[in-house]
């Protein structure tokens, strides 16, 4: 495809890259792991390894594809749309609304100026390119996303751009700031001097500068990417050493807690006992680092990167300092990692789904919950009571009966929906084992967005049925194409007043 790309060799055990002062290296200074084996045939002297235990990295360069764009009239003229084509009128409809992109703007003049310098998000995570040939093997890509477009545009495949491929077969974890570290050389050099550029619509020359905006992940690759402990007691990064959680002693799992304190002061959540864990919340949320503050806590922490290196016995709650503060403005950004909503809906759909179809394996509501109840001392009446030898589970108030779980999945399976709106709904669900089957992340978005409130709206009771949908309708408020900044305000403060009703959010649908 004439793109230009970099075979870069590393050690097996994720320690260094063989690049630059490590080229010409033959064994890992980390590990003592040879980069070399001796040739087979007898004779002298060493090869290259080929295949396992090498790994590999490549690097596709990105500033000749930014080049490119700029080559070609057309996209010369989107990627200056955030200045020329954008309605200012205080909703949010692009990145360029964002205080963020304002604060940048303020905070460094001298980028803001120019219009066609890009403002770059980056997205990574595990994938197995070999699809159910190999269960094990996790490959990351990491693509780079240019928000300098209109929004119909820039996550549209072509502007997508594969900046590298960290080859399996163990995902890189902690250490992928190993890996990482040829892209950040070039952000930091389109930060720091650009490069010169065509532009093809204006029909001259300018430089070129780029700034990574944010990253957007799952959880567990928000962990990765910025070096927080995001499993544990403490697995917020917002809260830290303030994480509210209880470890349950039959669930074994830790449970976090106390997530009234983010409501407001005056919200009538915080005065409810009973409801809740037993008493009143009082406690005020705490305030998110920004990042001069986190980098002042990780700036000293030493770590030498490698799957055989002993963990420091010291328990940190951040295990690194993030190679992305190696970048100048790093520490400048209000927001630097982000959570892709769409990996949070599924989550939260498969949980839904499995504790209302009481799916083994995947509901909530197993025999130990209410065992953990017990333990907590809330909720009486869904403690388990020993009748004999047997013990009777009470039923809650979202327990589904045999008749109300087939309404549901029956309803589900006569929907009917635009091709290319999502798979095909009849095909994912199974009446006779009434369950859902093979939910992939987009059929969850299209779910919690639209198709489970109508499913659920006569098999339940008012108060579950209205807190399910209200759910919804939250995920549908901040995934709309423009947002009113009061109403995520009003959305994360728990507002009722501007709920929509049910049947004005679902009325276009015909059944």
């Avoid at 669930?251 to 864990?277: C, D, E, I, M």
């Avoid at 705490?286 to 922490?301: A, L």
């Avoid at 002993?310 to 630097?336: A, G, H, M, Q």
């Avoid at 009748?387 to 327990?399: F, S």
Wanted: proline residues 5%; charged residues 25%; contains cysteine.
């Amino acid at each position: 495809m004439g793109l230009e790309y970099k075979k870069i060799h590393a050690c097996p055990n994720d320690c260094v890259l063989y690049t630059n002062n490590f080229a010409t290296l033959k064994v890992c200074p980390t590990c003592g792991l040879s980069r070399f084996k001796k040739k087979t045939d007898g004779s002298s002297g060493e090869e290259e390894i080929k295949g396992p235990p090498t790994k590999v990295l490549w690097n596709l360069s990105i500033i000749p594809r930014f080049k490119s764009l700029f080559a070609i009239k057309e996209d010369a003229k989107n990627l200056t749309w955030h200045e020329n084509g954008i309605k200012c009128d205080n909703f949010l409809r692009h990145p360029t609304d964002s205080l963020q992109w304002k604060r940048i703007d303020e905070t460094f003049p001298e980028f803001g100026v120019e219009s066609r310098n890009l403002r770059i998000g980056l997205a990574t995570d595990g994938m197995n390119p070999y699809g159910n040939l190999s269960s094990k093997h996790s490959s990351w890509p990491v693509l780079l996303v240019i928000y300098n477009l209109p929004p119909w545009l820039c996550m549209k495949r072509k502007y997508i751009m594969l900046s590298m491929m960290i080859s399996g077969p163990r995902q890189p974890g902690n250490d992928i700031d190993v890996y990482l570290s040829p892209l950040i050389d070039d952000l930091k050099m389109l930060w720091e001097t650009g490069v010169e550029v065509f532009d093809a619509y204006r029909e001259e020359k300018f430089t070129l500068r780029a700034m990574l905006f944010c990253t957007i992940n799952d959880f567990p690759a928000y962990g990765n990417l910025s070096g927080y402990s995001v499993k544990g007691h403490y697995a917020c990064p917002i809260c830290e050493e303030n994480t509210s959680y209880t470890q349950l002693k039959h669930g074994q799992k830790t449970a976090y807690t106390r997530h009234r304190k983010f409501l407001v002061r005056s919200h009538p959540y915080r005065r409810l006992k009973k409801a809740f864990n037993g008493c009143q919340e009082d406690e005020i949320a705490s305030t998110p680092r920004n990042g001069e503050e986190v980098y002042q806590r990780v700036k000293n922490i030493n770590i030498v990167f490698g799957k055989t290196q002993k963990k420091s016995t010291e328990r940190n709650i951040w295990k690194k300092r993030s190679i992305f503060f190696n970048l100048p403005y790093w520490c400048k950004l209000d927001v630097r990692h982000c959570i892709d909503v769409m990996h949070v809906e599924k989550n939260v759909c498969d949980s839904l789904i499995g504790t209302l179809l009481n799916i083994k394996g995947k509901t909530k509501d197993g025999v130990k919950a209410p065992q953990d109840l017990v333990d907590m001392g809330i909720r009486s009446e869904l403690h388990p009571h020993s009748i004999g030898r047997r013990t009777y589970l009470p039923p809650a108030c979202h327990t589904l009966s045999k008749k109300e779980k087939k309404s549901f999945c029956e309803c589900l399976r006569s929907v009917k929906v635009p091709q290319g709106y999502s798979s095909n709904v009849k095909s994912l669900v199974s009446i006779q084992d009434l369950k859902l089957i093979g939910l992939k992340s987009h059929n969850c978005h299209v779910l919690m967005q639209q198709l489970f409130p109508v499913g659920i709206r006569n098999i339940l009771p008012s108060s579950v049925r209205v807190a399910i949908t209200r759910l919804c309708l939250f995920f549908n408020a901040i995934c709309n194409k423009v947002i009113d900044p009061v109403k995520l305000d009003e959305l994360e403060n728990g507002s009722n007043h501007n709920l929509v009703s049910i049947g004005n959010v679902f009325s276009t649908f015909i059944f």
